[in-house]
Structure formats: structure tokens, C-alpha cells
């Protein structure tokens, strides 16, 4: 099995297969790399806040997943250790939000990577930093 092939199964089988939190917000992987993932989720009324628009911590949520299906694409188990996220643009329900998770650092101990949130227009809605722990442990595939 290719890196590429290896990333997929992990991310795809493994990961998102077990993942009831993604699953239940209505996350969607639409591609994964080594390094990089990109998620899609459109947002429902249900994620709203009590000013009417979305909830923070549900495009935290959604920058989180990609953060975790990117940093253990390359089959070592990596878990957040620290996370930011500053939201630039308010989120709508109905507004279809793509999370594209990319890799700025690493080691073999830690990963740094970005994600940038964007709306159906293509307009930055959030910018998220996560930084990880590369345990050391395999993916079994």
C-alpha cells in the first residue's frame, strides 16, 4: 500500500468510521493527502448561537477534524496539544463551509498546521492553528 492509499484507509476507515461527533455534525472528508485533508459541512439551524449566527465552537469543531484526519495521515497517532482559531467572517445557517487543513511543520514529535474556513463564496470565514503530539505509536493498516 502507497503512503497516499495508507493515508486514505486511516483517515477513511479508521478514523472517520469511528467518529460519532463527525458523523453527527454532518462532516463530509471530500479529499485527504499526507499532510493535508479537506472537510466540507454545511451549517444547520440547530448550530446557531443566541445572536442568531453560528456558533463558534462549531467551526472550531469543524477545523479540529481536519486537524486530526491531516496530522495522523501519515500513519503515526497524533493527538492536539495546543489550538487557536480566530473567526473573521459571521457563518449563516445554510452556508456550506469547506476546511482545508494543511501542513506548515514536521517532526517526530510534533506537527503544526493551519486551516483555513471558507463559505460557499469562497470567503474566509475562520483561520485555525493546531500544533500536535506525534505519540509514536502506528496506525494498524
Same mark, same amino acid.
Given at each position: ?11 477513511? *476507515? ?23 485533508? #479537506? ?13 442568531? %449566527? ?7 469543531? %469543524?477545523?479540529? !477534524?481536519?486537524?486530526?484526519?491531516? !496530522? ?12 487557536? %482559531?480566530?473567526?473573521?467572517? @459571521? ?6 463551509? #469547506? ?7 514536521? !517532526? !517526530? ?11 460557499? *463564496? ?8 493546531? @500544533? ?10
Amino acid at each position: 500500500m502507497n503512503p497516499s492509499e495508507k493515508a486514505k484507509k486511516i483517515v477513511l *476507515d479508521l478514523m472517520m468510521e469511528n467518529d460519532a461527533f463527525s458523523k453527527w455534525m454532518g462532516i463530509q472528508i471530500h479529499d485527504v493527502g499526507i499532510g493535508t485533508c #479537506t472537510l466540507q459541512c454545511t451549517i444547520k439551524s440547530e448550530m446557531l448561537n443566541g445572536f442568531g %449566527i453560528c456558533h463558534g465552537g462549531v467551526t472550531f469543531a %469543524i477545523a479540529d !477534524s481536519a486537524l486530526a484526519f491531516a !496530522s495522523n495521515s501519515h500513519g503515526i497517532k497524533s493527538v492536539s496539544i495546543e489550538t487557536s %482559531i480566530s473567526h473573521t467572517k @459571521t457563518v449563516q445557517a445554510g452556508d456550506f463551509i #469547506t476546511a482545508i487543513a494543511s501542513e506548515k511543520h514536521l !517532526s !517526530s514529535k510534533l506537527g503544526i498546521y493551519e486551516v483555513i474556513l471558507t463559505n460557499q *463564496d469562497n470567503v474566509i470565514v475562520a483561520i485555525f492553528k493546531g @500544533t500536535v503530539f506525534r505519540t509514536g505509536k502506528e496506525w494498524d493498516v
